[in-house]
Structures are given as structure tokens and as C-alpha cells.
């Protein structure tokens, strides 16, 4: 028999791009839709079930007829206003299958679809109720830890840029660009430090963005913010690469706590044993079949009560991960939102990213002062490719002109 084809799955093939925006805009389309559901007393287990039989039914539109495996990149979750890591509870579990939108709470609401194993992942913070307020002005200290989310992101996306990759000027100027160091990651944390505390905020402890890879959202490469004893980064941003890139804010300290709620978000490993108990088996099965190695629910599972016997020994023998359910120290408001994006040689593109904040709606007596900081929220993130027409508009302050640059250069990447 010939020898198969070698498939390139890099950026450097179109149709490995083409999956990654298709899985972005149904992971957007999604978030939408499942934002406009949170309000005021609904069961965050059931919006998280609806929200992924959403996500089902999107991912099943595209790609018909074809023999790739799609599906679900990270399953709907919503998080209370003080928890930091995605939250996902079970309808088995009587007490937390209770738990209900507060409002004027900030909750973080994470999904994400996968085609071919090319998975998008997004997160934004809202605040509730979603749609019955949103032309009202957000009270201070909430618009402080929206601004400051804000900012620090844009910030971290600008930071993710190569040296010299959108440099100008002459050759010679371009090359000695280029030939910089990456920003250290302690020099990164100081300065989205700096955005965070001009709006008396803090970063939330271990604050962790991801090389993504084909069929991984945890790849070999991470940076690490604000990091916790034993936790620290490795690797920097190049061309050709597919991030996850997270940013934690806190009105308190934001040190982490772990709480007492069960792990339900899992996601398999690339460790082997034997398990010994059937109904342990039984459960990996079924993980391998349906999710491969992207995270999932126990819910998500066909006998939920089954899977919360099955998953204990999967996760004893590391063939599972579960992840623990971490909250604010000081049980303070959290805001967290999670882009993914590609590094092209035209800079980077938002693959899927939280809505842009309304900065008319978000006002705060605080703002940013540094120098440094505001020139580099300044700089675009992609070359301009589009028309100049599209960026004829009136001029805004630095910082407040960030997004309208980067919509105006990425988009054209196809």
C-alpha cells in the first residue's frame, strides 16, 4: 500500500486556519447567545446544559459529509462572582443544582468548539442581569475591575507579538528590531501589574495563556502570571502559533483559594494504566470516544451518577485531570476573559475573543498614566490590510483606541 500523505496541520496550510475562525465563530455566536440567557435566578446547571446543547447544534452545521471529528473544545461554564476557574455544576448534586444568577454579580461565562481538532476557546465577564442593564452606567467599583480586565488584556495581546514582527522603518531598523529578546515573563507581569492597580485592582494569582496545538489547549508552552510558589512559564509567542491567552483581575488580593465544590471539569491525559474497576473503564471509554483530549463535564456523560464513580479512579491513576475549583481568597469580585489567537507574519488575529467592552457604558474616576504602557496600547497588533476608509474616524484617546486598531488590521487575514 502507498504511504499516506503527510497532513500539515500549521498555519502555514489555509484550511488549518480556516478550521480554527470556524470553530472562533461558533464559539462566538454561542457566547452571545448564552450571555443574553443569564439573568437574574437562573440555574447556572441549566444555562450550561442549554449552552452546550447549543454549541452541539452549531457544530454539527458545518463540515457535513466529512471525516473529521468535531465537537466541543471547552463546555459551558459559568462562574459565580468570587470563582476563578471555570465552574460546572451537576444536577446530581442536589445542593449546588441550586445555585442561581445574583444580581449585579460579575460571572464568567467559557466555552468553545473544535474542528479537527482545532479548538477555539473564549471567556468574557458580564455582569447581571445582562440585557435588562446594559444601557445603564456599571457602578464604579464594577467598572474598575471591567477597565482594568480591559486594558490588561489588551495589553498581554500586544505583548504577545514577536520582536520586530510589526516593525517599521528600513530593513536595517527591522532587523535589529527582530533581533530583540522577548519580554521576560516577570517584565510582563509587572506591567499588566501596573494596568491593574491604576484601578485598585490586583491580578489574579497564576493567571496562566497556552500554546495551542492540534488536539491541545495545554500545549508545551505557557506564561504564567503572577505566579504562586512553584508555578512559573516557559517558551514565548512566535509566528506559525495558535494561543490561548487568559487575563485574571481581582478586587481583593487576588490570591487563589481552593474550594470545597466537587471537580467536574476533566480532561483526559496522555498517561496509560491499566484501570482495574469496569465502571473506571466504562468512563474512559467514553471520554476517548466522545471528547479525545479536550476538557469536559461529567455531565456531559451519559449516566452522570455512573461517571462520578467511574471518573475517581481515572483521576487517581493520572489518566484523567481534574481541575480543582479555585476562588478569590477575600471572596472579591473576579473578572476573567480568555482570547484565543494566531500569530500570522501579519501580526495577530482574534480567532475568538470576549465582545470589546463599551467604554461609553464602563466610566471610572481612575485611568492609566504610565508612559510605557500607553504607548505600547497604542500599537496595532496586525498590519493594516484593509482599506483606509475603514479607519477614518474621529480621534480617540491612546488607550481607548486600542481594539478599534486591531479590528481594523486582522480581519482581512483569511
Known sequence: MAEEAQVDYTLANPDTLTKYKTAGQISHKVLETVTGWCVEGEKIVTLCERGDRLLSEEISKVYKGKKILKGISSPTTISPSSFITPY?????????????????EAIKIQ????????????CDTILIPAEKNKHDVIPDRDADLLLATHYANELLLRLMIPPGLLAGGSEEEKKKAAAQKPMSQSKITQLLEKVVKSYDCN?????????FERNEIEGKKRIVLAPGEGQKGEGAPEVGEVWGVEMGVSLGSGKIKTLEHRSTLHRRTTTTYALKRPSSRQTLSEIVKKFGTFPFSLRQLDDERAGKIGIVECVRTGVVKDYAVHADKENAPVSRVFTTIAITKNGLTRLAAPPTLDLEQVKSSKKITDDEILKILEQPVAKSTGSKSKNKKKKKKPAQKAVEEEEGGSSEED
Open 88 to 104: 460546572t455544576p451537576l444536577s446530581s448534586d442536589t445542593a449546588e443544582a441550586e445555585t442561581v444568577l445574583k444580581k449585579g
Open 111 to 122: 466555552l468553545g468548539a473544535q474542528i479537527d481538532g482545532f479548538g477555539t476557546v473564549v
Open 203 to 211: 491580578l489574579v494569582e497564576n493567571t496562566t495563556s497556552w500554546l
